[in-house]
């Protein structure tokens, strides 16, 4: 599996964006996805997974009630909606597959891994 994140960009604070990850791959629809940032000086962090089938999400408490994961399995892609972006948002935005939404939450058996997409938010 190939996956090319995309949608960042720069933002003021309180304001949205819609990341997505496009995926190559007929078996995209098994796998669960994960969306992970990593701000620079900083560790890469979780921040959100959704599982195979689209009905498990898992969140970040810091992006709980703010963003939310979905995903469209026809069009191989995962869509990461921000809203109320915060300046501690900005990052680099990585998707990434495994087989476990509940294991991709804690970082452990992601599979693939796509290229990051920058986000930065101005205050």
């Known amino acids: 599996v190939q996956l090319q994140a995309s949608g960042g960009g720069l933002v003021q604070a309180g304001g949205s964006l819609r990341l997505s990850c496009a995926a190559s791959g007929r078996t995209f629809s098994n796998y669960a996805v994960g969306w992970f940032r990593q701000a620079p000086g900083k560790e890469r962090e979780f921040v959100a997974a959704i599982n195979s089938s689209g009905d498990v999400r898992y969140y970040a408490d810091s992006v709980t009630g703010r963003f939310t994961i979905s995903r469209d399995n026809a069009k191989n892609t995962v869509y990461l909606q921000m809203n109320s972006l915060k300046p501690d948002d900005a990052a680099v935005y990585y998707c990434?597959?495994?087989?476990?939404?509940?294991?991709?939450?804690?970082?452990?058996?992601?599979?693939?891994w796509g290229q990051g997409t920058q986000v930065t938010v101005s205050s």
């Open positions: 990434a597959v495994g087989r476990s939404g509940s294991r991709i939450r804690l970082g452990q058996n992601v599979d693939y």
